[in-house]
């Protein structure tokens, strides 16, 4: 393909631009002749193919210039693709095994070859057909504690720190999208904004007027743009990870950013609170998804505690970055300083996930990216009977965040919403 003209992919035209390009003949059969290609990308932003060949099959994801989801009208840099290649590597050395194989990357075409993942399904669809999926909790615990941690000043030196966070500060527009849509836009009329409408606008409005929820939404805005502790994946929520009974990869992190180590936990949460209230909109007779509403919150708890108990024993074995320095504590035989320190960073990162949660939740029903967990609920009377508990319950996370100790408690506050009857 040409280097430096940008030309968007299609099915049609994509074996005659990619077939000389080696890692595909390779990956897949040196003809393209023979290759089948299919598009399958059902995100926000990009095209995904699926190209099979006589040898197997790869991914091809290709940025465009524009949010696919909203068309040419909001233009997107395709610099996207640059930041999606380079978190893919870090984190690949960060937790190995966890993403996809990266087989070619061209920045020009902004255009990323790479591992076919199969049988695998989007988590998010498995959970929406109720199937319970055994290693997940532990698996995504582990990622969000060893690529966080190992991405933060606890594990990096300052060169290092200082300059991949100079790379990734240039993920700008990505950055304003979330800081737009996550954190402002869902608590005011944005041009945007859309609900399941008439049944929450009474909700919405309350969600609008509510001072304490505003205030609370910018605390947490002002963590994410200036919070530049760790590189994030930015865009962890069950879309973005991919299962099978076995198996569990995370993929798309077009969003990598420098923020605070909570972000991805809370938003990763938030998508289990969510997949938990939209159980009643996709059960066949009431209570027939009792068993997977017990797993989702199961689950989530072996997230946190998973991700608490990694963070932990990274923090005793691998704190050799510019925080916190052993030379301060067990040098001087003072380990319990370095617990005292641990206990206060972990809980600080437990109040601040909240918060992200809170405000997820939130930007998921009433903003312009909602999730298919509760967009596949036909009925609006039911859809939004389940949206209802999820605002809810993201409201009382978000204002809360900083009285709220466990995740019991908030399993018994889910349980209580979830037995309400009317919207
Ligand atoms: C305009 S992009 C909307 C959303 O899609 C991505 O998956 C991110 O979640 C973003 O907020
Ligand atoms: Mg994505």
């Known amino acids: ?20 390009n080696a890692a595909l003949k390779k990956t897949i059969g040196e003809d393209p002749a023979r290759w089948s290609v299919k598009e399958v990308g059902d995100g926000n ?69 790479m591992e076919f993942l199969t049988p695998h399904v989007i988590l998010r669809r498995a959970l929406i057909d109720g199937r319970q999926l055994p290693k997940i909790g532990r698996d995504l615990g582990l990622f969000a504690a060893r690529t966080l941690f190992r991405g933060s000043d606890l594990a990096m030196a300052t060169r290092d720190k200082k300059a991949d966070l100079a790379l990734f500060a240039d993920n ?49 805005k002002h963590l994410f743009s200036a919070k530049a502790e760790t590189l994030c994946h930015g865009d962890l929520h069950t879309g973005s990870v991919m299962v099978t009974d076995d198996e569990t990869r995370v ?19 938030a998508n289990f609170w969510m997949s938990y209230f939209s159980q009643s909109g996709h059960e066949r007779e009431a209570g027939s998804r009792d068993g997977m509403r017990a797993y989702l919150l199961d689950t989530l708890e072996t997230v946190w505690e998973t991700f608490r108990a990694e963070f932990a024993n990274l923090w ?28 206060i960073v972990i809980d600080e990162i437990w109040r601040e996930m909240l918060g992200f949660a809170g405000v997820e939740m939130h930007r998921r029903i009433l903003g312009l990216a909602h999730n298919a967990d509760f967009e596949t609920i ?19 996370l978000a204002v809360n965040r900083h009285h709220i100790h466990s995740l019991k408690d908030i399993r018994a506050l889910a349980e209580r919403l979830q037995k309400e009857t009317s919207a």
């Not at 040409?2 to 074996?15: G, W």
């Not at 049944?199 to 969600?207: A, G, S, Y």
């Not at 798309?252 to 991805?264: T, V």
């Open 172 to 220: 700008i527009e990505l950055c304003d999208i979330t800081e737009n849509l996550v954190f402002s836009d869902p608590y005011f009329e944005a041009a945007l904004n859309r609900h399941t409408t008439p049944q929450l606008d009474p909700i919405v409005q309350e969600l609008r007027a509510d001072r304490d929820l505003k205030v609370e939404a910018q605390r947490l």
């Open 45 to 113: 932003l990009n095209l995904v193919f699926i190209v099979t060949g006589d040898k197997g099959a790869a991914i091809v994801k290709q940025a465009l210039p524009y949010v696919r989801l909203v068309g040419e009208s909001w233009p997107l840099p395709l610099k996207r693709s640059f930041f999606e290649y380079h978190a893919l590597t870090r984190q690949a050395v960060r937790d190995p095994g966890m993403v996809p194989e990266i087989f070619f990357f061209d920045e020009a075409q902004a255009l990323i070859v």
């Open 251 to 269: 993929i798309d992190p077009e969003f990598a950013f420098y923020g605070p180590i909570s972000f991805d936990v809370g938003m990763l949460l």
């Open 378 to 396: 036909v009925d609006p009377d039911r859809r939004a009977a389940c949206e209802t508990k999820a605002l809810k319950l993201g409201r009382h």
């Open 316 to 343: 005793r074995t691998e704190r050799k970055g510019i925080l916190y320095q052993a030379s301060l504590f067990e040098d001087r035989n003072d380990p319990l300083g370095a617990e005292q320190a641990l206990e």
């Open 1 to 20: 393909m040409d280097k430096q003209m940008f030309e968007a992919l299609s099915a049609e035209t994509l074996p005659a631009k990619l077939g000389r």
